[in-house]
């Protein structure tokens, strides 16, 4: 009876971690809707002088709205939601995993906004601007939609994110006992090349300068990774 009572004291406290959650994403869902002009200037800030974006579809403009509050509202109330769920996690770990995961989450949270920032300032505008610029022939005329501009800032930003979790997650893969140092020193070179393979895809200028702002940062973090796992 007494596991059955505890069972159900654990599910209301997750309940209540997820509604809390909820209730939070929501209101600064609102708040962010309100926020139009701000958020849409600063997210518009990459495209540059002269550059403008069209629109075909009458819904478009309402929907990318909503879809930006509602990606603003989740990116802003997530340090909040990791920090009740951890709540409703750390009753049942020991001291050390409660610093070790405490640690991970705020790693992962930092690193993710920083994979973020570097695309924001770096990668996306010379992406766009190369991509914007590119033509197959003269009689095909660039115009470019607003769909198709958040799209690719959603997506390197989401790329440029997970990529800087390298060192968080092979700190992980290290405690499950899967990863060793060995293992990461033995092919340096392979995932160097396959850095900037990504890289190039990622940035597709052809510009040296840019590829190796992202080929870099990320290489740095894979040898911070080997340094964390010894």
């Known amino acids: 009876m007494s596991n059955d009572a ?3 004291d654990h599910l209301d406290e997750l309940r209540s971690a997820l509604i809390k959650s909820i209730c939070a994403w929501l209101v600064l869902t609102v708040a962010a809707f309100c926020c139009k ?4 200037a600063f997210l518009m800030a990459p495209l540059g002088e002269g550059q403008t974006l069209i629109n075909i579809d009458v819904t478009a403009q309402f929907v990318t709205h909503v879809q930006v509050s509602l990606c603003v509202g989740f990116v802003v109330a ?3 939601i990791v920090w009740w769920l951890y709540g409703f996690v750390a009753p049942a770990l020991y001291q050390n995993e409660k610093r070790y995961s405490l640690a991970f ?7 993710f906004a920083a994979g ?5 300032l770096v990668i996306f505008p010379f992406s766009f601007r190369f991509l914007s610029a590119y033509e197959v022939s003269g009689v095909v005329v ?7 501009y958040m799209s690719l800032l959603l997506v390197l930003s989401v790329l ?12 992980l893969l290290s405690k499950l006992g899967i990863l060793r140092p060995e293992h990461l020193k033995k092919y340096r070179r392979h995932v160097f090349v396959a850095i900037l393979i990504l890289a190039a895809v990622i940035t597709p200028t052809g510009d040296p300068f840019t590829l190796l702002l992202v ?16």
């Open 6 to 8: 505890s069972f159900w």
């Open 37 to 40: 002009d701000w958020i849409f």
């Open 78 to 80: 997530l340090p909040l």
């Open 105 to 111: 989450m705020l790693s992962s949270l930092l690193l």
């Open 116 to 120: 973020v920032a570097l695309n924001y």
């Open 142 to 148: 660039n115009q470019i939609s607003l769909g198709s």
């Open 160 to 171: 440029m994110g997970l990529l800087f979790e390298v060192p968080v997650i092979t700190w």
């Open 215 to 230: 080929t870099l940062p990320v290489y740095l973090l894979y040898e911070l990774s080997i340094l964390i796992i010894r």
